[in-house]
């Protein structure tokens, strides 16, 4: 009897202090965790695993439950699928009446070539209409393109080890403002080709105040997919979600009216929307609402970060930085938040603003 | 083990109560294939992460555990979600260390950091502990997350008599560690404009045990972390670096050095040398011909 109660305490007891949390804890945190659960989605497929998937035409033996006879021109013959996981026919035959009497059979063939076994993956999404995108495999620069004037790219990273990656990508708009990177694991099968397709690069996102007069207009604008619907959440006591449209560009512009807002530190940030498709959130651009309107300050943590000042964020400046972990009187340039000493922080910021 | 798991349930009620506006961030557990072993038997215990609702880009901590109980054989860090080490997991004196930063922050689950192989050593109740641990959030600010932890509780019996404890199979390796290209840098705002050398790879195997960089010739080696500081700032002669797994595999990438090479690492002084020797000889022969 005793263990039931005691187990009946046991779990009701954290129920019940949730319970109550969730009760008194303010409104804008429910607004906030309703609106938190909306994420970017990517796709990972696998070419090589005998799976056709959605991104593929065929994959191995799986021919999707085609045969050469869906092809125009063949009659017969075998149809197979390439270690690009597309269709191919040159096994398949036409039926040509023989002129003559049958002759004899065929020799068999010979074995074919040892095919290699190539362990890659491909990278496919949108970024912005002839933006640099730029891929990173586990922290250090692997690829860099330029989107379509539609503002899709597609990457291929061969050479790959089976086993878990670290992948990143983001982008640089018009103006040079990189994007937030999209970070996220993927496990790399031996011999098969990973397709990574959904990929939805987040808005850029600036302001043209670093402070605004209360009342005054606080333009927040960026760039992100051509047409897309903008949503710009900005972050007060009580927090909300603005719309706006992206031209034909992927330019967009919000002007957000202060009047609303208490006097004090603010932050913003945008995601893109397109055909039910979201994208990860943009970083956050922080403004302060007061008495006075201060023009846009760049972000100087950014530019401390790069400690070699080369305009990269890296394994330089990591390494660098390394070399003076827990040794004594280190240079203070190190000491990116300035609390006088250079600890798991610093590297913190560092990975955060980080380039490859 | 009620009382840890209701000490973790009220510390998560807190948490939700105290602070909000903080979303519960991460926890770092084990996995293990069992909790109970004999004396003598190898066990691999996996350290992972779980930070599904915020990115976690950096990580520090330490595993604690009794030297007397328990001895550590191996640690890999091949497949980690952890691209670069601040340090790299080391055991010394029942403790393993371990930080380390991934760019970008990892979101997910079962995230691995390393996986350590231990020999039980002497029975009763063990633990390996969580100890001294720090996750920060991917957010510029280096926030710490509210991290919960689940450590490993062992039951130890003793071996059977006239039994041997299970065989541990160590599992095999036989892929290099991954291409990389070092990098040759100086600036005048570090190590006083010296050049030094930057490097890292990954393998998705073992994992790499050392680098070793070597300036002139193989036969001058030594073994070393990035950043190296080379001690030639002439950069004359070749310069060998290279990256080797916990099972021996190595990875040799060699750098031409932008200050020239020495005289015997150019071909073309073979060639002259060849060259001026064989009409030497042909003179000689000239000559003890027309003496003949």
Redesign the interface.
């Known amino acids: 009897m005793k263990k039931v109660l005691?187990k009946i305490i046991?779990?009701s007891?954290?129920?019940l202090?949730?319970s109550?949390?969730?009760f008194?804890?303010?409104s804008d945190?429910v607004i906030?965790?309703s609106t938190?659960s909306v994420s970017a989605t990517i796709k990972i497929e696998i070419c090589g695993d005998s799976v056709k998937d959605d991104g593929e035409e065929c994959d191995g033996s799986d021919l999707n439950g085609q045969s050469c006879t869906n092809f125009s021109g063949f009659t017969g013959g075998t149809l197979s699928c390439s270690a690009g996981c597309l269709f191919v026919t040159t096994g398949c035959t036409t039926a040509v009446t023989p002129p003559g009497g049958g002759g004899g059979g065929g020799g068999g063939g010979g074995g074919g070539p040892i095919t290699p076994v190539i362990t890659s993956a491909v990278f496919v999404g949108r970024a912005y209409p002839g933006s640099s995108v730029t891929l990173?495999k586990?922290?250090?620069l692997a690829v860099r393109t330029v989107a379509g004037p539609d503002a899709n790219f597609q990457m291929t990273l061969a050479?790959?080890?089976?086993?878990?990656y670290?992948f990143?990508l983001y982008t640089t708009d018009s103006v040079g403002r990189q994007s937030s990177?999209?970070?996220?694991?993927v496990y790399v099968t031996s011999g098969a080709t990973t397709r990574v397709s959904g990929i939805f690069l987040a808005p850029t996102i600036a302001a043209d105040k670093s402070e605004v007069k209360h009342g005054d207009t606080l333009s927040i604008f960026g760039q992100s997919l051509p047409q897309s619907e903008i949503t710009v959440q900005v972050n007060s006591t009580q927090e909300f979600f603005a719309k706006a449209r992206a031209d034909k560009d992927g330019v967009y512009l919000y002007n957000l009216d202060t009047a609303f807002l208490e006097i004090g530190d603010h932050s913003a940030r945008s995601k893109s929307t397109v055909e039910n498709e979201i994208s990860a959130y943009s970083?956050r651009v922080a403004f302060k609402v007061g008495t006075k309107s201060v023009n846009e300050v760049v972000d100087t943590?950014y530019k401390k970060a790069d400690?070699?000042?080369?305009g990269s964020i890296n394994?330089?400046d990591?390494?660098?930085a390394?070399?003076w972990?827990k040794r004594k009187s280190p240079p203070t340039?190190y000491d990116l938040?300035n609390d006088g000493k250079i600890d798991?922080?610093?590297?913190?910021?560092?990975?955060?603003?980080?380039t490859? | 083990m009620y009382l840890s798991k209701f000490k973790n349930l009220i510390i998560i009620a807190l948490v939700f109560v105290l602070f909000p506006n903080v979303a519960f961030a991460a926890s770092l557990y084990f996995n293990s294939p069992k909790t109970d072993y004999t004396v003598g038997e190898q066990f691999t215990a996996s350290v992972l992460v779980d930070s599904v609702s915020e990115p976690i880009n950096a990580f520090e901590g330490k595993l604690v555990f009794s030297d007397d109980q328990l001895e550590v054989k191996e640690i890999f860090i091949g497949n980690s979600i952890i691209n670069f080490w601040l340090d790299a997991p080391k055991a010394d004196k029942g403790e393993i260390r371990f930080s380390g930063i991934v760019p970008g922050g990892f979101q997910g689950d079962n995230g691995l950091l390393f996986s350590a192989v231990f020999r039980v050593l002497s029975t009763g109740s063990g633990a390996i502990k969580f100890s001294d641990y720090k996750l920060l959030l991917n957010d510029g600010l280096g926030t710490m997350a509210v991290t919960t932890v689940a450590n490993l509780n062992l039951t130890i019996k003793p071996l059977a008599i006239g039994a041997s404890a299970p065989d541990y199979l160590p599992f095999p390796d036989g892929t290099l560690p991954e291409e990389f290209t070092p990098e040759l840098t100086r600036s005048p705002e570090e190590f006083g404009n010296q050049w030094f050398l930057v490097f890292a790879t990954q393998d998705k195997g073992s994992g790499i045990d050392y680098y070793e960089v070597c300036e002139g010739s193989q036969d001058n080696c030594e073994k070393t972390d990035s950043p190296y500081i080379l001690k030639d700032q002439n950069l004359v002669g070749k310069i060998f670096v290279k990256a080797v797994d916990k099972r021996g595999n190595g990875r040799l990438v060699v750098l031409e050095p932008p200050g020239g090479l020495v005289w015997y690492e150019k071909y073309q002084n073979y060639v002259i040398i060849l060259l001026v020797s064989i009409a030497s000889i042909l003179l000689v022969l000239k000559k003890y011909a027309r003496r003949v």
């Open positions: 005691g046991l779990f007891l954290p129920l202090v949730i109550l949390g969730a008194f804890s303010y945190f906030a965790a938190a990173l586990d922290g250090q050479g790959l080890s089976a086993g878990n670290i990143s990177a999209l970070t996220f694991p970083d943590t400690l070699n000042r080369d394994l330089v990591f390494s660098v390394a070399y972990y340039k938040n798991l922080v610093d590297f913190s910021i560092m990975a955060y603003y980080w490859g």
